[in-house]
């Protein structure tokens, strides 16, 4: 059914010009990060297991640990850390343009 | 349950650390009209960060992580990826627009989005029994570290608990203790890492950072004794691993408790910036949580205890408190810790029984059965609500269902079912509109509980949603439901989403 006032409309994927492109931009590229690191390195640990059970993935150590289980463990949440600062200065920096545009318009 | 008797001094320690609690939150009150009057609530990011953080800690983190890890091992990871990858979609799919949306609660940002009484009653009954599922877990952990404080078995633990619980509950009410959250996460990230560094120093690792020291003890468990903590897949396949890390992802994302901590910061940059420090505080007790379990299991091996997996089983939430006696940690060291997970249980469950409570008496009692209460007798009915709330809890909790971060992934599974369904496309797609908001959340309240239900009769349930890890696949078919009821019905209000173009996602 379409909404009475288009201009109004609000989808994910259909962002509107501006702002919101760059942002919807922006949270699917951290979105992909977050996802492959998350689920992508699971799959890879699963698919490398040899037929013993064992993935060469496990079989070195990293900071005093086996690599997989480190990978997971620490550096898993410092990713998220990571990309959640990536997407808070890529977000900051998208308004400051967008605000600096606006003023410019306006004068 | 670990040894027998009344600690004298860890029992004086947790009630002293309580009591600082309430001479803190009285200070802060009184400082709270004069230094912070003009700007509000204002806490700055890092301050907010500590809020969020302390919010978060629970005895699910406290308690629970190590738990699952000892009996696990890499396996229960899938929790530690969770409880911090749920920020990300936290931050990144809402944090911002629901600063700029104003309205906190789930009940209430619901009700106000989708204009419809029915699914502000609906959503607040769901909060309410995500509390009520929560607590319990919170429960066990305080039933726990009280049966072992004063000596008793679990069940006098747990009454005991819930008492002093209430009563500390009834006397910070009476006199207006503010929480003060920064301090809260203080002596939390204190009375947790301290006790564990002192332990790797015991055991002869690298104590300075023992989150990288316990890696020695990882690899003594399996040269020695044949130990292997770390084997990918073990206990749970990767389908299992990944639906269990989802769900518990999406129920980050769809907590209440955790959603309305926005209203903390004073602007959407700083709301952003506060989920960063919360989720690197957090991240700080998740990456040493680990290190209980290993240490655990290695002091146990060194003594030549091998428990059967029934006894592990009902040992493994008591991991951390075991951990710390065995390892021969003085007694004012094992008092701080279980100062540290009753102040974690404590402060989460008066959060959690207070919002099912304000929910009874505004979402239901004031919006629905009678929009003339007075506030006396709004009052008077969420005090009651927290009251019966808690003896409802106490009974579930006599009998835990099982591990304390499974009991409350449960309420995860039902937060990422529900609430993040209906607050994603609330904010992300203007079109859905309350009948398809109900029935989104119908569904997820039924996939949530499908597979004890009916999962007898329809084993492909047990397999597709699985009881803790039913969001993975459940999610996404809310809303598709979402979506599809609301395209065959009744479009949302022109103001509404007039105000969610402008409003929430203006620049």
């Known amino acids: 059914m379409e909404s009475p006032d288009k201009q109004h409309r609000v989808n994910l994927f259909r962002p509107k010009q501006g702002f919101m492109r760059g942002e919807v931009k922006i949270m699917l590229s951290i979105l992909a990060l ?44 410092l990713w998220f850390i990571l990309i959640c600062i990536l997407f808070n200065i890529l977000i900051d920096r998208l308004a400051e343009k967008e605000s600096r545009r606006k003023e410019g318009f306006y004068d | 349950m670990i040894d027998a008797g009344q600690k004298t001094l860890p029992m004086m320690i947790v009630f002293a650390v309580l009591l600082v609690f309430v001479v803190a939150g009285l200070l802060y009150k009184t400082r709270d009209g004069s230094e912070y009057g003009i700007s509000g609530r204002y806490t700055g990011r890092v301050g907010g960060g500590a809020a969020i953080a302390s919010n978060w800690m629970s005895a699910a983190s406290f308690l629970g992580i190590a738990g699952l890890i000892y009996l696990y091992g890499y396996s229960a990871l899938a929790y530690v990826i969770g409880w911090t990858g749920g920020y990300v979609l936290l931050l990144v799919l809402l944090a911002g627009q629901l600063r700029r ?34 607590s319990v877990a919170q429960f066990k952990g305080i039933g726990i570290v009280f049966a072992w404080l004063l000596g008793t ?21 009476v006199m207006g203790v503010a929480r003060s959250q920064k301090l809260q996460y203080f002596v939390l990230i204190v009375t947790f890492i301290l006790p564990l560094m ?26 020695e004794f044949g130990i292997n903590m770390t084997a990918p897949f073990a206990n749970f396949g990767l389908f299992h691993w990944t639906a269990l890390c989802f769900t518990l992802m999406f129920g980050t994302a769809g907590l209440p408790h955790v959603l309305s901590r926005f209203y903390t910061v004073s ?22 949580a680990p290190a209980y379990a290993l240490f655990g299991k290695l ?71 009678n929009q003339q209460a007075s506030e006396t007798s709004r009052m008077a009915t969420a005090k009651g609500a927290t009251l019966v709330l808690a003896f409802l809890v106490l009974l579930a909790a006599l009998n835990p269902p099982g591990q304390i971060a499974e009991i409350a992934a449960v309420a995860f599974a039902l937060a990422g079912n529900t609430i993040f369904p209906a607050f994603l496309l609330g904010i992300w797609w203007s079109g859905t509109n309350r009948c398809g908001v109900i ?68 620049e």
Not at chain 2, 106 to 133: H, K, M
Not at chain 2, 267 to 288: E, K, T
Not at chain 2, 469 to 486: D, E, H, T, W
Request: glycine share 10%; net charge neutral; aromatic share 16%.
């Open chain 2, 198 to 223: 002192f332990l790797a120093y015991r055991l002869g690792y690298f104590w300075v950072l023992p989150q990288f020291g316990y890696g020695a003890a990882i690899n003594t468990l399996s040269t």
């Open chain 2, 267 to 288: 602007n959407v940059r700083d709301a952003r910036w506060s989920v960063v420090w919360g989720l690197f505080f957090i991240s700080l007790i998740y990456w040493s």
């Open chain 2, 439 to 506: 029935a989104g959340m119908l569904t997820g309240l039924a996939i949530t509980f499908s597979s004890p239900l009916f999962g007898g009769l329809l084993p492909l349930l047990n397999t597709i949603f699985p009881l803790p890890a039913s969001a993975l696949c459940g999610a996404p078919l809310v809303i598709l439901v979402m979506i599809v009821v609301s395209r065959f019905t009744e479009p949302p209000s022109a103001e509404i989403q007039r105000f969610l173009a402008e409003e929430v996602h203006g």
């Open chain 2, 101 to 134: 949306f104003g309205k906190y609660t789930a009940p209430d940002f619901i009700g106000e989005r989708y204009e419809s009484t029915a699914a502000r009653l609906l959503s607040a009954i769901i909060s309410i029994i995500i509390s009520f599922i929560y």
């Open chain 1, 34 to 77: 977050w996802g492959i690191a998350s689920f992508g390195f699971q799959l890879w640990l699963r698919l490398s297991a040899s037929d013993g059970g064992k993935s060469w993935l496990e079989s070195f150590t990293f900071f005093n640990l086996p690599f997989h289980y480190w990978f997971t463990a620490q550096m898993l949440p």
């Open chain 2, 153 to 173: 078995d679990y069940s006098k633990g747990v009454i005991i608990g819930a008492v002093l619980l209430m009563g500390y509950i009834v006397l910070s009410g």
């Open chain 2, 299 to 369: 002091l146990e091996a060194r003594s030549g205890m091998f428990l059967p997996p029934q006894v592990a089983y009902k040992m493994a939430d008591v991991v951390v408190l075991r951990t710390a006696l065995m390892g021969g940690l003085p007694s004012w060291l094992v008092g701080m810790l279980a100062a540290g997970a009753v102040s974690a249980a404590f402060f989460t469950v008066a959060g959690l029984l207070m919002t099912g409570a304000a929910s009874i008496s505004y979402d239901i009692y004031y919006r629905i059965i």
